[in-house]
C-alpha cells in the first residue's frame, strides 16, 4: 500500500455558544488542517490537527500548513508499513513542528489499521477498555456561574471537572473553586487549570486558600521552571499541561519528580505514537495523564479516544475532547460523542472515521 496523492483541507470551527475564555487567551473560532492520504489500493486515511489560537502554545494554523507543505511531496510512493520509517522520512524533510507531524502520523495508523482490519487503540498497544472517560472543561467565568455549570455536568455524568481560573484577581479565582467544590463536592474530581497565568506567588495563595480543597493544581504558571520552584511550597498534586512541549520536556518533568501528572495533548507530544512513549513513561513512575488535544473535530476526537483507551484505566485523567463547544460532525454516521461523561471506543478499522464527502470543500493543497 503505497501513497499515490495527498489532499490538504481547511475547516473554521465556531465556538458553540461564543467563546472559549481561558488565563492564556479567548477564542472564538478555531481554524482546523485536515490530511487526506490516499492510496494505489484505494484506501483514503485522515489526520487532523488544530492549533487553539496561535497563543496557547507555540502553534499556529498557517505554521501547521507551511510545515504540512514541507513534508507532504516527500511522501509520495512512500509505503505505509513501517510507521518508524514513515516518521524518518518526515524528519527528514522537517526539523520539528511535531504537531503538523501529528496529522501525517493519525493518517498513517488510519490506514494501517483499515489495511489489517482493526482499531487504531490495537496499534497503539491494545485497548484496555470499550469505553473511556471524558471531563469537562469550565470556562473562566463568575464562581456562581461556574458552579452552576459544574454541577449540571456532574449530573449529566462527567465524572471530572476542570476549572479555568487565571488573568483576573486572585478573589475570584479562589471564589470560584470553593464554589464549585460546594456545588458538587466528591461527585467529581477536579482539576484547577491555570493555563499558565498564575505568578509564583499568585499560585502559592491560590493553594493555601484552598487547602482542604481536593483538587489538582494543571499548569499554573508560565515556565517549567516556575512550576519547578512549587514543589514543596504548595500542598495540592501539580500537572503539567502546555509546557509538555516533546517527550523530552516529559522525561525532563518526570526525572525532576516536578509533575504528579499531565493534561497531554496529541499533537503537541508529534502524535499518537510518540504519545505512546509518554504513555509508558508515566506507566513506570504511576503518573496520571489525560489524552486531549487543544481543539479538532471528529478525527483528532478519534484518535485521542483510542490512545485513551489503551491507558491504566484508574490513571486515566480522561480523554477532553471538543464536541461540547462544536455543532455537528465530520461523521454523521459514526460520530465521536460524549454520553453521560463518557466516550465509546470506535471498534471499526482504522479511526473509525470518515468525513463526509465533499463536506471540506476544495482540497487547498494537493500532492
Ligand atoms: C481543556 N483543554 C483540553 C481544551 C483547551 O485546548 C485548553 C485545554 C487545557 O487543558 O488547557
Ligand atoms: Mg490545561
Known amino acids: 500500500m503505497r501513497i499515490e496523492q495527498i489532499n490538504i483541507y481547511t475547516t473554521e470551527l465556531p465556538v458553540k455558544g461564543g ?10 473560532s478555531l481554524d482546523s488542517t485536515l490530511v487526506e492520504i490516499v492510496t494505489d489500493d484505494g484506501l483514503t486515511g485522515w489526520g487532523e490537527t488544530c492549533p487553539i489560537g496561535p497563543v496557547y502554545q507555540p502553534h499556529h494554523a498557517l505554521g501547521a500548513r507551511a510545515a504540512v507543505a514541507e513534508i507532504a511531496p516527500g511522501l509520495i510512493g ?4 513501517s510507521i518508524r520509517l514513515l516518521a524518518k522520512r518526515m524528519d527528514e ?10 496529522a501525517f502520523d ?78 458538587v463536592g466528591y461527585k467529581a474530581r477536579i482539576a484547577v487549570d491555570g493555563n499558565r497565568g498564575l505568578t509564583v506567588a ?32 504548595v500542598t495540592h498534586p501539580v500537572y503539567l499541561d502546555e509546557s509538555t512541549e516533546d517527550q523530552n520536556a516529559v522525561l525532563q518533568a518526570i526525572s525532576l519528580g516536578i509533575a504528579d501528572g499531565f493534561g497531554f495533548k496529541v499533537t503537541r507530544l508529534g502524535g499518537l ?7 509508558d513513561l508515566c506507566a513506570i513512575r504511576s503518573l496520571p495523564h489525560s489524552c486531549d488535544d487543544a481543539w479538532g473535530g471528529d478525527i483528532i476526537a478519534a484518535a485521542c479516544v483510542h490512545l485513551a483507551a489503551t491507558v491504566e484505566p484508574r490513571r486515566m485523567e480522561g ?11 465530520f461523521d454523521a454516521k459514526n460520530p465521536i460523542v460524549i454520553e453521560k461523561g463518557h466516550i465509546a471506543v470506535p471498534q471499526r478499522p482504522g479511526l473509525g472515521v470518515k468525513p463526509e464527502p465533499g463536506m471540506f470543500g476544495k482540497p487547498v493543497a494537493t500532492y
Open 19 to 28: 467563546i472559549y475564555r481561558m488565563a492564556s487567551d479567548n477564542v472564538e
Open 78 to 81: 512512500s509505503e505505509i508499513a
Open 93 to 102: 524533510r522537517l526539523n520539528g513542528h511535531g504537531y503538523a507531524k501529528a
Open 106 to 183: 493519525m493518517a498513517f495508523l488510519d490506514l494501517l489499521g483499515q489495511k489489517l482490519g482493526v482499531p487504531v487503540s490495537t496499534l497503539l498497544g491494545g485497548a484496555l477498555t470499550d469505553r473511556v472517560p471524558a471531563y469537562y472543561s469550565l470556562i473562566v467565568g463568575s464562581p456562581e456561574e461556574t458552579a452552576r455549570i459544574a454541577a449540571d455536568k456532574v449530573k449529566a455524568g462527567y465524572p471530572r471537572l476542570q476549572v479555568k481560573i487565571g488573568g483576573r484577581n486572585l478573589e475570584e479565582d479562589v471564589a470560584t473553586v470553593h464554589k464549585v467544590w460546594e456545588a
Open 202 to 233: 499568585a499560585a502559592i495563595h491560590l493553594d493555601r486558600l484552598c487547602q482542604a480543597i481536593p483538587f489538582v493544581f494543571e499548569q499554573p504558571c508560565n515556565t517549567i521552571d516556575e512550576i519547578a520552584t512549587l514543589k514543596g511550597r
Open 273 to 279: 505514537t510518540k504519545m505512546t512513549t509518554v504513555r
Open 319 to 329: 480523554a477532553w475532547i471538543a464536541q461540547e463547544y462544536i455543532d455537528g460532525h
